[in-house]
Structures are given as C-alpha cells and as structure tokens.
C-alpha cells in the first residue's frame, strides 16, 4: 500500500479522494467532476487532510472507497497506513 493520504475536497459538493498530497487531490477532485481547465478561474477550496473516519463528511465512512484509490481498499486500511 502506498504513503498516500486521505482528503477531503469542496468543489459545490464534498468528495473523499486518496492522493499522494494535496495538488494530487485537487486533481483527483476534478477529474471526478469533470472539470476541464480552459484558463477560465476554478476555485476549489483547500483541501483538508483526513486523520480519522470520525472527520469524514456524511455520508462517507471509513467502509467507503475513496475517489483515486485502487477501487478496492477502504477509507479505514488508507487512515491506517498513513498513522
């Protein structure tokens, strides 16, 4: 499992996303909503880092699979790797 982090990334709504930091969570953010960087200004907000399943929004918990993971590992295995 890699040393990469869980995020949490406002865009109009809250997505959880695994990336290695927080440009990369950015990135992940956009490509879930499909956002397409034409030079016009797209604000994201800053995303905040995730140390524990009881920060997630609802309705993510740590059972979730994030956005940009492998499909496969949990939100919880992702938290318990990077402590």
């Known amino acids: 499992m890699s040393s ?9 709504v809250q997505l959880v ?3 290695d930091d927080e440009m990369g969570a950015v990135r992940v953010a956009k490509k879930v909503v499909q956002v397409e960087d034409h030079g016009a200004p797209i604000y994201v907000a800053e995303p905040i880092e995730v140390r524990s ?5 609802r309705p993510w918990d740590g059972a979730a ?4 993971g492998d499909g496969e ?3 919880a295995q992702v ?3 990077a402590q």
């Open 4 to 12: 990469s982090k869980i995020y949490v990334v406002n865009v109009s």
């Open 65 to 68: 699979l994030p956005f940009g």
């Open 53 to 57: 399943a009881g920060f997630l929004p």
């Open 17 to 19: 996303v695994q990336a």
């Open 79 to 81: 938290l318990e790797v």
């Open 73 to 75: 590992t949990t939100i």
